[in-house]
């Protein structure tokens, strides 16, 4: 386990690490509705996919415990609302409306006649909602190692690891992992303009678990893929589409486009609530468009910009299926064609 928390639950209340406030200050929020929880999601208090899915199913637990109605259908109909807003936080990310799904699905038994029951079921699923992405974040690492080798150059771009996650991480946990076993692993972080997720979150859990890294600018990866030669990259995804195209964080398409010129592999790890066979391929995945200000100024502070530039914020790109090497799952490596092999895992 990391010596911090992403997400917790503290009896009523939904406690999340303020991750924009990293690495500067150490703070703990603590919510009490899911509004508030929705809110979070959407100025990133919490961010990372998984991370973004047990968020919204702890936010649905808040509806029966703090209910004063004691009336089970007024608690159901207020699920329903909350359910509305934690799906309209965020759009790309598809654990969040996987984590939903799941709730409401079991939240919908008719045999959950009282509040009582409704309370203690909500708060049954969630838990295990979190509990099951930390095994599975460590499956995908344990899957990983052998396509490590002994001695390492990675990209990593954004921060997946125990932030991102409830704990362990994704990619940034194959990096920790392979670390802990004893290979020599050194990171390349990419900053990850504009919200800096490289630089400020995945710099503060790689100094955390001690893995060699070096921070570089987004643009710096074909330039360091060309002189210092990189052994692989490995980025997450906010969802991966039914033929293996894939959002991941802004930035990920021209990392893989530099890792194809140059021969290096590209692996992506995501859990399986990542993969969503409804969406065909990466044009239906919707992207979200933050707000210009991302772009304009450095963290909401520093202007860097003309006053009143316009600017084009897309949170996440795709990249295409025919860039990615294999994708890493907790239930193995898929290999293309992706189309017939991602099928098979479900
Ligand atoms: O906008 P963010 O910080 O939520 O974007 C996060 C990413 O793009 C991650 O790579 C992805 O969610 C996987 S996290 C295990």
Redesign the pocket.
Same mark, same amino acid.
């Given at each position: 386990m990391s010596a911090f928390h992403s997400i917790q639950w503290i009896d009523g209340a939904v406690r999340m690490l303020d991750q924009r406030k990293l690495p500067a200050q150490t703070v703990y929020n603590d919510y009490t509705t899911p509004d508030q929880v929705a809110e979070a999601i959407r100025s990133?208090v919490i961010?990372?996919?998984?991370?973004?899915g047990a968020a919204a199913a702890y936010g649905l637990v808040l509806v029966p415990w703090h209910d004063r109605t004691g009336n089970v259908e007024a608690v159901r109909a207020e699920l329903r609302r909350a359910d509305q807003v934690l799906r309209a936080s965020?759009p *790309? !990310?598809v654990?969040l409306f996987w984590a939903l799904d799941r709730m409401m699905q079991r939240l919908a038994d008719p045999s959950l006649n009282t509040v009582d029951k409704l309370r203690d079921a909500a708060l049954a699923e969630a838990h295990a909602i979190a509990q099951e992405d930390v095994e599975i974040n460590k499956a995908i690492a344990r899957h990983a190692l052998p396509l490590i080798p002994d001695k390492a150059t990675i990209i990593h771009?954004?921060? *997946?690891?125990s932030l !991102? *996650?409830v704990d362990y991480? *994704?990619?940034?946990g194959i990096i920790r992992y392979a670390h802990e076993q004893g290979k020599q692993v050194f990171a390349l972080v990419d900053e @990850?303009r504009p919200?800096l997720?490289g630089a400020r979150l995945t710099a503060w859990e790689l100094m955390q678990y001690g893995v060699p890294f070096q921070i570089i600018v987004d643009s710096a990866s074909g330039h360091f893929m060309r002189t210092m030669g990189v052994d692989l990259c490995v980025?997450? !995804?906010?969802r991966v589409a039914a033929n293996g195209d894939t959002?991941?964080?802004i930035g990920?398409y021209n990392l893989a486009l530099a890792a194809h010129a140059h021969g290096v592999p590209f692996y992506v !790890?995501?859990?399986t609530t @990542?993969i969503d066979m409804a969406t065909p391929n990466g044009d239906a995945i919707p992207i979200?468009e933050r707000p210009p200000e991302e772009v304009t100024l450095v963290l909401g502070q520093c202007r860097i910009a003309p006053e009143g530039a316009p600017a084009a914020n897309p949170?996440?790109d795709v990249t295409p299926a025919k860039y990615i090497t294999a994708i890493i799952t907790e239930k193995g490596v898929v290999y293309p064609p992706f189309e017939e092999n991602l099928a098979k895992l479900f």
């Open positions: 990133m961010r990372g996919a998984p991370a973004i965020r *790309t !990310a654990n771009h954004c921060n *997946t690891g !991102a *996650t991480g *994704t990619a940034l @990850t919200r997720q980025v997450g !995804a906010d959002a991941n964080k990920t !790890a995501a859990p @990542t979200e949170a996440f």
